[in-house]
């Protein structure tokens, strides 16, 4: 195989904002694997509170080219087990992880998702995220981007507030997403106003290591939860599923499809609801999500649509939550530059 790696600085339509940080680009990695002419590409952005950087991700995947071009690739997941011995982050073996798949369905000109087989014939809608910021750009980004699904970030002390004020504007289904930002007491005491004002489930209102909190909310919140940062990796979904109604996968931080597949698979056994969500990514991570869709409850596949300039082809997002799934094999990814 041959490597390269290009980065990336996205620049953003909006500030985006949570309860522990804002910005207004995205830096990401490009992966690129050839092989017998075929190009495979994957992505893992860049994230501060996991202190990642383009710079620390370039470094791993410098540092083993060779063994990775030296490697007699069949699978992905073949791949992936011998990266795995390479002590990568995740963010890292993501990127490679994902560019393994689009090349591996490319050689088969296969999707990814009709080698898993899987329909596409019905599929969850992404929501769209609305960033903490004043209440009345908040009402200006719903209304500039009119969808029926939405993920408002929170983490104020007036939470309550702003959604009651966002549901004026709109009619759509909300979801909340407080990035760690409550307490139990706090998040037991605002389930039922929410639930009232429409919003379908809580994502991460704790700590990421409040399992005592969880416990508590898992007994008295009226509203579903959804771990987000409580489920990194494929070892945290057994305890998350003691404390949560659900899981939200990122690939970015379990380390690729190879291991969120494996993931999704636990979480249903467990009964638990299934997320997919993304960090930002362009089109490129965002066609890798795609080809999940069918094995989903719940999806957030908005970072293209977040950014002012996206960098690839492949999955076509239209108005209401409709796709247009790309025709190449893989994750169907092609670069624009």
Known sequence: MNLSLKKYVLPLKHTFSISRESHNFQDTLIAC???????????????????????????????????IESFDFTT????????????????????????????????????????????ISSYPITNYTIGLDTL???????????????????????????????RKHTDAIFRVDANCAWTAEETIHNA???????????????KADDWN?????????????????????????????????????????????????????KGKEMGLKVMVGCMTESTVGISAIAQLLPQLDYVDMDGALLLKEDIADGIKILEHGKLIFPTLGGSGITLKA
């Open 33 to 67: 694997l050839s092989h017998q002419g075929k190009t495979g590409y994957g992505e893992a952005t860049s994230n501060p509170y996991y202190k990642i950087t383009l710079e620390s991700m370039e470094q791993e995947i410098e540092a083993i080219k060779k063994e």
């Open 76 to 119: 992905p997941e073949k791949f992936h087990a011998f990266l795995t011995t390479k002590k990568l982050s995740n963010f890292a073996l993501c990127a490679l992880d994902l560019a393994a798949h689009d090349l591996y369905g490319k050689l088969l000109e296969k999707p990814l998702y009709s080698i898993w087989g899987t329909d």
């Open 136 to 166: 009345e750009k908040m009402v200006e980004k719903i209304k500039e981007f009119p969808w029926p699904i939405y993920k408002i970030k929170l983490g104020t002390d007036h939470d309550v507030a702003i959604i009651r004020e966002l």
């Open 192 to 206: 039922p106003l929410l639930k009232e004002l429409g919003v379908e489930f809580l994502e991460q209102p704790l």
């Open 213 to 265: 909190g969880m416990e508590l909310v898992s007994h008295h919140s009226v509203l579903p939860t959804i771990a987000d940062e409580s489920c990194i990796v494929e070892s945290d979904v057994e305890k998350c599923g003691l404390h949560y109604n659900g899981i939200n996968i990122k690939l970015t931080k379990c380390g690729g499809l190879t291991p969120a597949l494996r993931m999704i698979s």
